[in-house]
C-alpha cells in the first residue's frame, strides 16, 4: 500500500512568489492535514480537509491556503513568500470519518521550501 | 487549548541503556496521543498511540509508553537502547489537528 506522497520533495523560491504544494493520502483516507516545520517553532498545525472542506484551521495568516479535491489529493498554496516561510511542509492523512474515533495520521516525506 | 510539553530538548544515553523521554500535555478531554520518531530530513514515524483502554501502550521498535491521567503524562519508555533509535522523538496530543512537543533529540553512544 503506497503511503502519503508529496511532491516535490525539495523548492527553491523568490520572495514575492507563489508556491503550491501537492500531497496525496493513502489511498481510502478522506482526511489530510498540513503541518509547518521549522527550527525555530517546532511543528506547528497549518489546517486541515475532509471531502474537500477545511476542518480545522491553525494561527496562519491569510497568504496560506488549501485545497482538496474529490479523490482526496490536497494542495496547499502560500501567496507572497516571505524568508520566513522557509520550512519543512509535511502532511498527513488518516482514515477518520466525521465523528468517529480512534485514528492515527501518517505523515509524507515533506517538500523541503527554501525563500531566498 | 490543547499544548504538550517535551522538557528534555536533547538527551544522550549508552546503547543498551535504558530511555524514557518525557511528555506533559495539556487537554480538556480525554486526549488521544502520540508519539513520532523523525530521522533528519525525513517525515514522522508513528511510534504508538493512545485513544482509551489500556494504560500502557506498546508500539513498534521495542518501544512502550504509559498514559498517566493524574500527571497529565505520556512518557516513551525503551528497555535497550540501539544505535539506529538516534533521532528526534515528538510527543503530539489530538486528533487530525495535532499539537506537537518541541521534541527531544536522542544521541546514543556507543
Known amino acids: 500500500k503506497a503511503g502519503v506522497t508529496q511532491t516535490p520533495r525539495y523548492l527553491i523560491k523568490t520572495r514575492g512568489q507563489q508556491v503550491t504544494l501537492s500531497c496525496s493520502p493513502i489511498s481510502g483516507h478522506r482526511s489530510v492535514s498540513w503541518y509547518q516545520q521549522t527550527p525555530g517553532q517546532g511543528l506547528q498545525f497549518l489546517f486541515e480537509?475532509?471531502?474537500?472542506?477545511?476542518?480545522n484551521k491553525g494561527n496562519f495568516p491569510g497568504r496560506f491556503s488549501g485545497r482538496q479535491f474529490s479523490n482526496s489529493r490536497s494542495e496547499m498554496n502560500v501567496s507572497t513568500l516571505e524568508l520566513g516561510d522557509s520550512a519543512l511542509y509535511l502532511c498527513a492523512s488518516s482514515r477518520r470519518d466525521r465523528g468517529s474515533k480512534g485514528t492515527e495520521a501518517f505523515f509524507g516525506q515533506g517538500t523541503r521550501l527554501t525563500v531566498v | 487549548a490543547q499544548s504538550v510539553t517535551q522538557p528534555d530538548i536533547h538527551i544522550t544515553v549508552s546503547e543498551g541503556a535504558s530511555l524514557e523521554l518525557r511528555c506533559n500535555y495539556s487537554?480538556?478531554?480525554?486526549?488521544?496521543l502520540f508519539w513520532y520518531v523523525q530521522s533528519p530530513g525525513q517525515g514522522l514515524q508513528l511510534l504508538l498511540k493512545?485513544?482509551?483502554?489500556?494504560?500502557l501502550v506498546q508500539g513498534i521498535k521495542g518501544f512502550e509508553a504509559e498514559f498517566k491521567r493524574s500527571q497529565s503524562s505520556f512518557n516513551l519508555r525503551k528497555p535497550s537502547v540501539h544505535w539506529s533509535d538516534a533521532a528526534e522523538y515528538f510527543c503530539?496530543?489530538?486528533?487530525?489537528?495535532?499539537?506537537f512537543g518541541a521534541g527531544t533529540r536522542l544521541t546514543v553512544k556507543p
Open positions: 480537509y475532509f471531502s474537500e472542506t477545511q476542518r
Open positions: 493512545y485513544f482509551s483502554g489500556d494504560t
Open positions: 503530539a496530543v489530538g486528533a487530525n489537528d495535532m499539537r
Open positions: 487537554y480538556g478531554a480525554t486526549p488521544y
